[in-house]
């Protein structure tokens, strides 16, 4: 029955846009990440991301990141500037304590700017929580 299909709450697992220095372009770029804050690490973590509004879309990325380990963080991508103008979505599915979890995660559009960095923990870089 339904009501016996346990749904688990996903807690200590973020996605982050970090602005970071290009040492190849000599230019900042905007990167995402996952962060595992848990005390156990996240396996076969799968990261699949796309931009959206109304008609305008981006294609869908699929990102197979694997193990994170606890209290560590992995890139998944790189964000284009002109993407930013969209609303980006990043549903994340990963197994933990022998069950599958997964969340979606959103950058609202216009809200990756320079005035909304704050640092980041465990990554200790300027960058912006996803919601």
């Known amino acids: 029955m ?10 200590d697992v973020h996605v982050a846009i970090i ?4 040492e190849e372009f000599l230019d900042k770029d905007w990167n995402a990440y996952i962060i595992n804050d848990r005390e156990t690490a996240i396996e076969m973590t799968m990261v699949v991301s796309k931009g ?3 008609d ?3 294609s869908i990325m699929r990102h197979n990141i694997g ?4 209290k560590s963080f992995k890139k998944i991508e790189v964000v284009q500037e002109d993407v930013l103008t969209l609303n980006n979505e990043f549903y994340v599915t990963f197994f933990a304590d022998n069950k599958l979890y997964e969340k979606r995660f959103v950058f ?3 809200s990756v ?4 960095l704050s640092t980041i923990p465990l990554i200790e870089k300027e960058g912006i929580f996803a919601s």
Not at 4 to 11: A, F, G, M, R, S
Not at 67 to 70: G, M
Not at 113 to 116: F, K
């Open 56 to 58: 305008r879309k981006t």
């Open 108 to 110: 609202n559009k216009n």
């Open 67 to 70: 193990i994170v380990e606890p």
């Open 52 to 54: 959206y509004e109304g």
């Open 2 to 11: 339904k009501k016996d299909i346990e749904i688990p709450i996903v807690k």
């Open 113 to 116: 700017i320079e005035a909304n």
């Open 19 to 22: 602005r970071e220095w290009n």
